[in-house]
Structures are given as structure tokens and as C-alpha cells.
């Protein structure tokens, strides 16, 4: 982000002096700070991909790949890593600068001497000690590169036990395609387009895990309007496992894959379903199909996926400082909002807005966010939730698109 200040304050543009009298250094600033944020993604993702990976690196290579390095490092020292103090022995700490070199710092100030270093995964730890980390995080307002300490877990369940070869966790989602599409590809999954054309009605997205693959099938709904011919949605089916035997890949059953790696797997599906899933989107029962408003209410209403739990995990611990504890009401899977001319309830999973006690569906477009207590991480639907609360709480305030009067009185 190129940003000018003058006397200490930030500008909203760039100065014109600046663009009429420097237009070639400007081009060239612009071009840097292109050619940055595209190195600082790519770290981002590579370093990302370390969690499904189980890799491990000794001191001096962790420090100079980690920590020392200009582009690395920005996210290295925000990141939660172990080292093995004994045989099978793994103790989590923060990065921490010691006169002598690099050490990890644990919850309790306790310096590690750093033999073999690798990254702190939640799924390793149980829920005490994730607790105590995303403790830690909150209580140094410390916004991490990626998701970690409040990073979604997903392990084996007895329904995937039993169907062996495949999973249907999160089979049975109407989701916006393109923007499914773009996310897919985002995350690495290899995957062709779906359309209204010979094999182009079933979908299967792929990404490789070293010697594992990850498969996600997924379908065209196809429209009823005969003349419309874009691919609008489709909807999600079952994710299979294989492992690379030589140069062919071998089906094998769900609780034969690596921890790490299915856990990783199956946040990517749900991050799927999670961003282009047509519940979360609040707006869309006013501009949706009637064919898909039963799956939009139940996914409003029902229980909150893994990822809506992380952001009620993370709310239970940001509201009690947020200056409007005495106001709101964080339950199993509503924010419940007390404004002055009414009463509402904010759905964790999708960011829906309705009334309180009657249920009526309340659309809520925020305009201009107030302003929310800082986040651990980038998550749209929690910075949502919470631009909402504040917006319902001023509610004798609103004016323009959201029309309260017609559902408070």
C-alpha cells in the first residue's frame, strides 16, 4: 500500500505536486509496491501450505529462512512455532530475539534453548493449551499473517468412518459458482469450469498433498430458464482421498490420511463452501430464486459450521472489552443486540440479521462500517456480525435502504 503523510498525518490521495512533478518515481513506487504485495502473498501461501506439510528445520535454518529473512520474517515472527526439547518432546513458544540468536518464548516467559523447529499446528494441542495461545494473541491485540492460533480443525468423524472412501461433511451446498470457482483456484485446487455443454455438468477440484490428493467433486444446478446459458450455481458432493504408489494414485479410506493433511483438506472445502455458499450472503433471500429459499433459511438458522464457531470463540473474548458487553448477548449461534426502538439477532454462520423474539428477516446493508474492535484475523463475516451489532445498537439512527419501522413499530 503506497501512502503519502504530511506533518505526521496520512493523506487521503496522492499529493498532486507529487503527480505533476514526479510522475516517473510515482510509476516506479507503484510499481515496487505491486511487486511487494505479489512476494508477500506468494510467502503467505507457501508458508500456509508448511501446515499440512509436518516439516521440520534445525535452528539455524529455521532462524535464517523463518526469521532473518526481509520477506519471510514479516510473517515468521507473528507465527506460533515447537521445538523438541527431548525425543518425541515438543514444546510451543514465540519467536523471541536473544543476545545470542533466536529463541522461542513460552506463555509463561520461559526462554527455549532451540534444537529441531517445526510449525505449532492446533490439531497437536488440546483445547487447553489452544485456548491459552488464542489467550495470548487477543491479549496482545497480535494480528497474525495467517490463521493459527484460531486456525478451523477437522478430524475423522464416525459418518466418515463408515462411509470409508469418501466424505460427505459438506455435500448438499448451493453455492454461487463462479465465485466458487475463483476461490477453488485461489487455494491451489486444480479444477475445470462447469457449464450447460457435454461433461461439463460434474466437477471435480484437486490439490496435492506431497504423496496425498485431496478430490472435491461438485455438479452444475442448471437453471430452469431454458435461454439462460451462464453457470450461476452447483452444488457440492463428496471429498475422496488418494496416495501416490509410483506413478498412479491409489484410493485409500478417510483414517488412513494424515491428520494434518485432511484437516487441511477439508478447511479448504469448507472455505469454499464457507465464501460462496448463497447463505452467506444476507442480502440474497431478496434477490435470490424461490427454488433455494428452504436451504438459505436453514442455513441461517441452523447450527454453526466449525469456522462460525471459531468466530464465536473469538467474540467471547473481544465483546467483554468492546464497551458494549451490557448491550448484546453472545449465544450457541445468535449475537443478540438490545437497540433502542428494537431487539435483534445476528446469525454467526451467515451474518443474517433478524428480529427478536419474532424472527422476522431483517435485511441490513452497512453502508459505511463503524468502526469494530481490531480482529485477529481477516474474517468478512465476523467483521459483519459485528458492524451490524454496532449499526442495530444506534438503530434511532438508521436512515436510507435499512427500513426498521416496518419490523419494530
Known sequence: ????????????????????????ELADLR?????????????????????SADRVWSAADWAARYLDQPVTGCFGRRLIWQTEVGPGRWVTGWPHREPSGWTLLTREGTVLPVGRVRLWHPLRA????????????????LRQPLRQAFREVYRVTPAEKA???????????ILRYRQANATMRTRGWATTYLGPWDGGFEGEAVREFGAWRARFFHALVEDPDEHDHGTRYCVTDRVRFD???????????????????????????????????????????????ARFRSYWAEETTGPLTTSAEIRRDVLSRLLPRSGIADRVVL???F???????????????????????????????????????PLPFEDAVLTEVLSRAFLLLADDGI???????????
Not at 510499481?31 to 501446515?51: C, F, K, N, P
Not at 490420511?257 to 478447511?267: G, K, N, W, Y
Not at 424472527?359 to 452497512?366: C, E, R, S
Open 335 to 373: 449475537l443478540r443486540v438490545r437497540g433502542s426502538r428494537g431487539a435483534y439477532r445476528i446469525h454467526l454462520g451467515s451474518g443474517v440479521v433478524r428480529t427478536d423474539p419474532d424472527d422476522t428477516y431483517l435485511p441490513v446493508a452497512v453502508d459505511r462500517r463503524p468502526p469494530v474492535p
Open 126 to 141: 488440546g483445547a487447553d493449551e489452544v485456548g491459552a495461545w488464542r489467550d495470548r494473541t487477543m491479549a496482545g491485540d
Open 331 to 333: 449465544g450457541p449461534r
Open 243 to 289: 496416495r501416490r504408489d509410483g506413478t498412479v494414485w491409489q484410493p485409500v479410506p478417510v483414517t488412513g490420511v494424515p491428520p494434518l493433511v485432511f484437516s487441511e483438506a477439508m478447511r479448504d472445502v469448507a472455505g469454499f463452501v464457507e465464501v460462496a455458499s448463497i447463505a452467506t450472503d444476507p442480502q440474497w433471500r431478496d434477490r435470490g430464486t
Open 31 to 51: 510499481s515496487l509496491v505491486r511487486d511487494v504485495g505479489t512476494s508477500l502473498a506468494g510467502e503467505r501461501g507457501r508458508i500456509e501450505s508448511l501446515l
Open 163 to 173: 462411509t470409508r472412501f469418501h466424505s460427505d461433511r459438506f455435500a448438499g451446498h
Open 399 to 409: 436512515t436510507g435502504g435499512t427500513d426498521l419501522r416496518r419490523v419494530t413499530g
Open 1 to 24: 500500500m503506497l501512502r503519502f503523510e504530511r506533518d505526521g498525518r496520512a493523506l487521503k490521495g496522492v499529493p498532486a505536486v507529487v503527480r505533476a512533478d514526479h510522475p516517473g
